[in-house]
């Protein structure tokens, strides 16, 4: 039979995913990354949830494809149908950074220290590291995955504590040693130029005007760092 085939970005994840670990993967949609687990035997157990019907047929679909059928599926919204007991590695993947915010700040005992969070947000990147450092989680890795053109941040957290500057927030906690860490700062500064000359434009907004001038700054100086970082 052949081999189901991760995309980059979930395949970052799946390695990630520590050798027989008891899994949830909350908003699973298809159910690639638990399936792919399974047929690897890198898990001994694997919860596959989704807040909606649809995401979680074509997920058991998924799961009947590849004979896969120890998986255990839930419906329901984060973390509220996965009990701390039955998960040591949680994936939250492809969902929007202050929505994975909400999912754990809904279920604190994520931060107990015993769980290994893996979390990729697709946007807002910057508000879940906030959430991170102000929560006390801690970045333990971080690093960029390349799909289709489009820079992916994948890290890896624990409870913890952490002290992020303005410029890791919205960098990356830990790229330093990424080979695409000053390409993805590089992406974010254009667009935050872009916001700024708009503003600029517009004649208006003074304080957020402000407020983006300083995260350039920073992103600046982060970008400095990572070239000294990498001897550049
Ligand atoms: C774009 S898909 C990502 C699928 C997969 N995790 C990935 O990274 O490729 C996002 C999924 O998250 C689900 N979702 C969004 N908010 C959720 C929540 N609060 N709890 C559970 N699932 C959620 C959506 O229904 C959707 O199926």
Redesign the pocket.
């Given at each position: 039979m052949r081999d189901l085939e991760l995309t980059p970005?979930?395949q970052l994840l799946a390695d990630w995913v520590p050798h027989g670990a008891r899994l949830a993967?909350?908003?699973?949609?298809?159910a690639?990354?638990p399936v792919w687990l399974c047929l690897h035997g890198r898990v001994v157990s694997a919860i596959a949830?989704?807040?909606?019907e649809g995401?979680l047929a074509r997920a058991r679909e998924t799961g009947r494809t590849w004979g896969t059928e120890s998986i255990v599926y839930r419906l329901?919204?984060?973390l509220a149908v996965v009990s701390p007991e039955e998960a040591d590695t949680i994936v939250i993947?492809?969902?929007g950074g202050e929505?994975i915010a909400a999912?754990l700040a809904q279920a604190s005992w994520t931060a107990d220290g015993t769980h290994t969070l893996l979390l990729?947000p697709?946007t807002r990147a910057e508000v879940l590291r906030g959430f991170l450092a102000d929560n006390g989680y801690a970045i333990r890795r971080e690093a960029l995955a390349e799909d289709r053109g489009i820079l992916y941040p994948v890290m890896e957290v624990r409870g913890g504590k952490m002290f992020l500057t303005l410029g890791q927030r919205h960098g990356g906690a830990a790229l330093l040693q990424d080979p695409l860490g000053e390409r993805y700062i590089i992406e974010k500064i254009i667009r935050l130029q872009s916001a700024v000359a708009g503003i600029n434009r517009s004649g208006g907004g003074r304080e957020k005007g402000d407020e983006l001038r300083e995260i350039l700054t920073a992103l600046l100086s982060q970008r400095e760092e990572w070239r000294c970082a990498n001897g550049l």
């Open positions: 970005r979930l993967d909350v908003g699973t949609d298809h690639y990354l949830c989704d807040l909606r995401p329901g919204n984060g993947a492809g969902m929505n999912i990729q697709q």
